[in-house]
């Protein structure tokens, strides 16, 4: 028997005006999840724990088996683990994005908005010669060694930073994908000390960094500048329960989001990078699928994730939102669930949307999310109902992300 399990990062929406009182999810032409759905389990899963703001972190790290509320500490620590790196004895990591800042150059930077959490979702090369010209720029250097502040760069709008004795007591960081086309006087670091050595951080990062010629080249060419950089996610550490030991398979993850590695390396899964995965809605679904199939020809599970839906809505992008499940469905499932049958092989599959991204603001919503639950062997009646939200209501109720595991292992 093989597992997998796919998340369609920010696939589940709410009803949108411009589609007639329908969701993305009722709106797309997805034949094959509205197949498996009909013939497997249709329900709604409460993937976001009471007391957390709504996000990917805590929604697949329940996902995955892992209480929040046990063993969250942060975003950005399970991003450092999937870099291999190490969090230095009473020090911290944080999210550091790039980011695109409205407002002339010279108005207070209070008075800026947040035009895109990733810079119009900069290419990876551009981004981190970006970041590590700014850490070693002779004006911000000096003020990065005195916050005891290194970066890694990640290859796209998401770098890490680490800082050295770091105070998280009452801090408060503001997740910029969550407050697009908003002044940044309401979303400023705040809460303690440090909250304002990051704050002064960003804004000599958006001095410096709005004439830098990467950023006068992009605005030639139509994009986005990446003139900011915004630190969230902050934590302090890890440690997850192992994968393996409680659900009695072995296997891998294939994302290109470091968060998803990083939950992977934690509870001991192997993290899988496609090179041509883009964490967009144009990334290479085929060879994501082909890697899963490879770590099912020797393990007994595997997780794909796919983040294109969840950024088209921050970009509010409906049309590549809908394109990205339909993608999903016919070049991800479909061709997944054939190869199998192919080798003879019974299965199980779960599939769902993490959280709930909102085309109506391009926030994170906490509201239940549908999951579908299929069994190859088809050995009880299925839902009769396709893939959606308004349907998922009218199947099974799961109260926690943590009780999925349990569910799609169960034989």
Same mark, same amino acid.
């Given at each position: 028997m093989k597992y997998i399990l796919i998340i369609g990062d920010g696939m589940a929406d709410e009803p949108l005006p411009e589609l007639g009182g329908r969701t993305p999810l009722e709106e797309c032409e997805k034949p094959f999840f509205d197949s498996l759905s009909r013939r497997g389990t249709?329900?709604?899963?409460?993937?976001i724990p009471e007391g957390f703001p709504p996000g990917s972190d805590t929604a697949i790290m329940g996902i995955f088996g892992c209480d929040p509320a046990k063993y969250f500490s942060g975003r950005?620590?399970?991003?450092?683990?999937?870099?291999g790196g190490v969090m230095p004895a009473g020090g911290a990591c944080y999210r550091c994005n790039m980011v695109t800042l409205g407002g002339a150059g010279g108005a207070p930077f209070a008075e800026r908005t947040m035009v895109s959490h990733s810079a119009g979702s900069i290419e990876g090369g551009e981004s981190d010669e970006l970041i590590e010209w700014l850490f070693n720029n002779p004006e911000f250097a000096p003020l990065a060694a005195a916050a005891g502040m290194s970066v890694r760069p990640g290859s796209s709008f998401r770098h890490l930073a680490v800082?050295?004795?770091?105070?998280?007591?009452g801090i408060v960081l503001a997740p910029?994908?969550?407050?697009?086309?908003?002044?940044?006087?309401?979303?400023?670091?705040?809460?303690?000390?440090?909250?304002?050595?990051l704050l002064g951080l960003m804004e000599k *990062?958006? %001095?410096? #960094?709005?004439? =830098?010629?990467?950023?006068?080249?992009?605005?030639e060419l139509g994009l986005l500048p990446a003139n900011g950089i915004w630190f969230w996610a902050e934590g302090k550490g890890a440690v997850l329960p192992n994968f393996t030991q409680r659900y009695g398979a072995d296997g891998g993850v294939v994302s290109a989001v470091p968060l998803c590695h990083g939950i992977a390396a934690l509870v001991g899964l192997e993290p899988v990078s496609v090179p041509t995965a883009t964490g967009e809605w144009d990334t290479d679904?085929?060879?994501?699928?082909?890697? *899963?199939? %490879?770590? #099912?020809?020797? =393990?007994?599970f595997a997780a794909i994730h796919l983040e294109g839906p969840d950024e088209a809505t921050h970009n509010h992008d409906l049309e590549h939102k809908i394109y990205s499940v339909e993608c999903l469905s016919e070049r991800v499932a479909k061709p997944l669930c054939e190869a199998l049958r192919s080798r003879g092989e019974d299965f199980r599959l779960l599939i769902l949307s993490d959280h709930r991204t909102l085309m109506r603001n391009g926030a994170h919503g906490a509201a239940p999310v549908p999951f579908m639950l299929y069994d190859s062997r088809e050995l009880t009646p299925g839902s009769g109902l396709a893939y959606s939200e308004a349907n998922g209501e009218r199947g099974p109720f799961l109260s926690s992300g943590t009780e999925l595991m349990p569910l799609l292992f169960r034989a």
């Open positions: 249709l329900g709604l899963v409460q993937t950005a620590p399970l991003e450092l683990a999937a870099s800082q050295e004795r770091a105070d998280l007591e910029p994908h969550d407050h697009l086309g908003e002044k940044l006087r309401d979303i400023l670091p705040r809460g303690n000390a440090n909250a304002a050595v *990062a958006s %001095e410096l #960094l709005e004439s =830098h010629p990467i950023n006068k080249r992009r605005r679904y085929e060879a994501k699928t082909a890697a *899963a199939l %490879e770590i #099912l020809a020797g =393990h007994d």
